[in-house]
């Protein structure tokens, strides 16, 4: 039988006005800005805060992606931060008295190439090093692991190994939010919907407050934390941001028993499937190409990402499709994320994490909240400043980061 959620509580936040002043303003009730002001009041003190959201908490990406967690990225840097995420995951539904259903079922990167056999053997003796639990699996290896999996030779895309992570998994996305939000009202946090950023207020070069269609709000400091309209915002503010936005998609299927142990990705062939609490299927396409801000992908790339998905999974072809959604994700020329200061002082920048955002949250948030705090980046964002696309330091993640880049 499928999981039984839990009940939910009659009551999680308060919906307050947004008073004329706060210390600081987080733009964006989704994941990161929720993990943002909650902790900037755990660690550091300050709850004299704002979370503004221009829709519904969490009606952003926070909604829109298939809740895949892990950390097994290449480079050093992307390896800390997203393994640090992944060890606040699995102290967080305790800590924030909340369970949103983390499950560390493990994450399969199939390899249909002998480049991907060689790519992602790399990457697991990269992950080995900088201590993120990774293993090399053989096909007959793949198919213990995830029973349902077609390992035929006779594939068009034949699965010629994978990476495996134990201790990746999913987790209830809108359960995540709550929680957060949750947390965050009980530490003094005000968080207001229905309340989109128009405009940003500055004394010189130096951002005093935002204009926002339910009045001006002043702030000591400003978060940009909005996922998908994160260079609409910087034009607002003044700057220009080195992304660009596209439509991503997923879907889920009705509801079936449990048949899908793990959750399986194929960069190759752009899928990625697991199956949620309840028994859906969730499966995730690729970007669409054109920029947009649109919440709905082209069925074009569906269509084509699902046959391969059913060649992959057999089991699979007769399930009924219930529902599809697109998500917004800002992709940034290194398939890295950015984190830290801008050019227009006090005004701080948390975008560009393409496909890894949800993955992040809780490490993006802690970050971004000492980033802001002290006004100098933590050891783990250090290197995701703006400043790399002038210095030339990338962090070039095309090849773990994901289907989308």
Not at 347 to 376: D, I, Q, R
């Amino acid at each position: 039988m499928a999981k039984q959620l839990p009940e939910h509580p009659a009551w999680l936040w308060r919906d307050p006005n947004p008073k004329s002043s706060y210390d600081a303003i987080v733009i964006g009730g989704g994941g990161h800005g929720l993990a943002t002001a909650y902790y900037l009041a755990r660690n550091h003190g300050l709850t004299n805060i704002a979370v503004l959201e221009k829709g519904w908490l969490a009606g952003g990406n926070m909604a829109r992606n298939t809740t895949i967690i892990r950390s097994n990225y290449l480079w050093d840097e992307s390896a800390a931060i997203y393994e640090y995420a992944l060890k606040l995951w699995e102290l967080l539904p305790a800590e924030l008295d909340y369970d949103f259903l983390f499950s560390q079922r493990g994450v399969l990167n199939l390899a249909h190439t002998l480049q991907d056999v060689r790519d992602s053997v790399r990457r697991v003796e990269a992950n080995r090093l900088n201590r993120v639990d990774a293993e090399w699996l053989e096909p007959d290896e793949v198919a213990k692991v995830c029973p349902i999996i077609n390992v035929s030779p006779e594939l068009r895309y034949p699965v010629l190994g994978a990476t495996f992570q134990p201790r990746a998994g999913i987790a209830k996305h809108d359960h995540v939010a709550w929680a957060f939000a949750r947390a965050c009202d009980a530490m003094g946090v005000d968080i207001i919907q229905h309340c989109e950023v128009t405009g940003f207020v500055k004394d010189g070069n130096r951002v005093v407050g935002v204009d926002t269609t339910r009045g001006r709000i002043n702030a000591g400091l400003v978060g940009l934390v909005a996922a998908g309209h994160s260079s609409v915002l910087a034009e607002k503010a003044g700057f220009r941001l080195p992304v660009q936005s596209h439509p991503l998609q997923a879907l889920v299927s009705e509801l079936y028993e449990p048949v899908h142990p793990t959750v399986v990705m194929s960069n190759y062939v752009h899928v990625y499937v697991s199956q949620a609490h309840k028994g859906e299927l969730v499966m995730g396409a690729g970007v669409d190409a054109y920029n947009g801000y649109g919440q709905r992908g082209s069925f074009h790339v569906i269509e084509r990402q699902m046959a391969a998905a059913i060649e992959l999974f057999p089991i699979f072809a007769r399930a009924h499709l219930l529902r599809t959604w697109g998500g917004i994700v800002d992709v940034t020329p290194d398939a890295s994320p950015i984190i830290g200061a801008t050019p227009v002082e006090n005004l701080y920048v948390n975008c560009g994490w393409g496909t890894g955002g949800f993955k992040a949250t809780p490490s993006a948030g802690w970050v971004m909240a000492h980033t802001m705090a002290t006004g100098e980046p933590h050891e783990l964002n250090r290197p995701f400043g703006l400043e790399r696309f002038t210095t030339g330091a990338l962090i070039d993640e095309h090849g773990a980061a994901g289907v989308a880049h």
